[in-house]
């Protein structure tokens, strides 16, 4: 482990975990990478960082049906309006089939004191629900507004409560690739009737969090908790840079805590052999990724540097990017049998929490598709992953779905009703992990 962390900012450490040893004509080597960022914002040690946000809220006409949508839409808005530190640039858009500028209006954000939190609250009790859903239209409304904020941490709250039927799925795309990048956005649906393919893309895209909830009632605790968590963010645009000797083959990069997310086809080049890979904005957290390379192959007794991982930041003015720190995977090949087949516990772990997501995801959607049998078997296997890495809140939302008759072994039945937002909940939460146990 290295650190290269700048003494006015975060302090940010890598550290690596893995089996270096391979058998002889080994090529796999796996490892997971923990990165750790102490001592920002949040823990008081720095002046804080200057930060913009916008807040998308579904205004469409479906936000009546039942009226306490739209209610608790404006009463969640305030709370996180609330939350805001003083000094910080937002911004509220209403979202229908068009994006409207709500407060401050004139295409310019307001600056957070008293006087603008209660003029932003006095436009929010305006808002009326009407008209259709087009969220890419949201999302670039959202991007010129950060745009013009001289702010480091940009970060939008989205929130909908039904699918984007009023542009295509071309048009949402095209939004996010515009948008990615540029800035992050948690996304929120509320209610039953969106759609989680839909709101889990577009919080990937725009490396953010995704999540249900279910009850209106439960929005302004939720976007007080994602207002607090971008208030304390304090770099941006944080990449995990992964240099490979020549030779030497990426299978994949994905993050696997806090939740899974595969970043293997989001690599920008960053010189000979080198790729970045985006992990958004940071704060006091820890997060952990499964990086996965070919190597060629050796004779026993060989070593050699796999990867070099780098957590890296770029210069503003276009200079060379800052390196906040760095990890080393190895590979070594040996002919001693018990070193070359064990499996580092953290890249078991993982492996099975990754696992555990897919199969989550499989099993519903053979529920839905009326295969009984397929969903059984994938949705008792995911009982038996969850209960094995002590998932406890993946095995919770799981027995909601089905009767659990034996966890160890993965046997259950599933339930002849189960609520739509039970298995909405447990769709959109399957990629939340839980870290190695102690």
């Known amino acids: 482990m290295a650190n290269f962390s700048k003494p006015t900012g975060p302090q940010f450490s890598v550290d690596v975990y893995q089996n270096e040893f391979l058998p002889e004509g080994g090529r796999d080597v796996s490892a997971i990478v923990t990165v750790t960022s102490t001592g920002g914002g949040t823990a008081g040690t720095v002046l804080p960082t200057a930060a913009a946000v916008v807040l998308m809220l579904d205004c469409s006409g479906s936000m009546d049906y039942p009226s306490t949508k739209m209610r608790g839409a404006r009463e969640a808005a305030a709370a996180a309006i609330d939350t805001l530190r003083d000094g910080?640039?937002?911004?509220?858009?209403?979202?229908?089939?068009?994006?409207?500028?709500?407060?401050?209006?004139?295409?310019?954000?307001?600056?957070?004191?008293?006087?603008?939190?209660?003029?932003?609250?006095?436009?929010?009790?305006?808002?009326?629900?009407?008209?259709?859903?087009?969220?890419?239209?949201?999302?670039?409304?959202?991007d010129r507004l950060l745009a013009s904020a001289d702010a480091s941490i940009r970060h939008g709250i989205l929130l909908t409560d039904g699918?984007?039927?009023?542009?295509?799925p071309q048009a949402l795309r095209s939004a996010l690739d515009a948008c990615s990048g540029r800035f992050t956005c948690d996304a929120r649906g509320v209610g039953t009737d969106w759609e989680v393919d839909e709101v889990r893309g577009i919080a990937s895209a725009m490396l953010g969090t995704a999540d249900i909830v279910a009850d209106p009632s439960g929005l302004a605790e939720d976007f007080t908790t994602m207002m607090e968590n971008a208030m304390g963010k304090?770099?941006?645009?944080?990449?995990?840079?992964?240099?490979?000797?020549?030779?030497?083959?990426?299978?994949?990069?994905?993050?696997?805590?806090?939740?899974?997310?595969?970043?293997?086809?989001r690599r920008t080049e960053a010189g000979p052999r080198a790729g970045d890979y985006p992990t958004g904005s940071w704060g006091d957290e820890s997060r952990d990724y499964h990086v996965s390379v070919r190597v060629p192959q050796a004779a026993v007794g060989q070593e050699m540097l796999a990867a070099r991982v780098s957590l890296i930041v770029p210069d503003p003015a276009g200079g060379t990017p800052t390196t906040l720190s760095q990890g080393l995977v190895r590979a070594v090949w040996t002919d001693d049998m018990a070193m070359s087949t064990s499996i580092n516990p953290q890249v078991a772990h993982y492996t099975g929490q990754a696992e555990l997501a897919d199969v989550i995801q499989q099993g519903l959607d053979a529920r839905k598709s009326g295969d009984h049998d397929g969903a059984t078997a994938k949705l008792g296997r995911a009982v038996q992953l969850a209960a094995a890495s002590g998932n406890a809140d993946t095995a919770k939302l799981l027995s909601k779905v089905v009767d659990v008759v034996d966890a160890a072994t993965g046997t259950v039945r599933l339930k002849a009703k189960v609520a739509e937002a039970d298995e909405m909940t447990l769709e959109t939460r399957s990629t939340k992990t839980v870290r190695v146990k102690k």
């Open 234 to 265: 304090e770099v941006a645009d944080v990449a995990l840079r992964l240099w490979t000797p020549v030779g030497v083959e990426i299978a994949f990069v994905k993050q696997v805590a806090p939740t899974v997310e595969d970043l293997t086809g």
């Open 88 to 142: 910080t640039s937002f911004a509220v858009v209403a979202g229908t089939h068009v994006a409207k500028e709500v407060y401050p209006g004139d295409g310019r954000l307001a600056v957070a004191d008293a006087h603008t939190r209660a003029e932003a609250k006095t436009a929010l009790r305006r808002l009326s629900a009407g008209g259709g859903t087009a969220i890419g239209t949201w999302l670039r409304l959202a």
């Open 163 to 168: 699918r984007n039927e009023h542009e295509t």
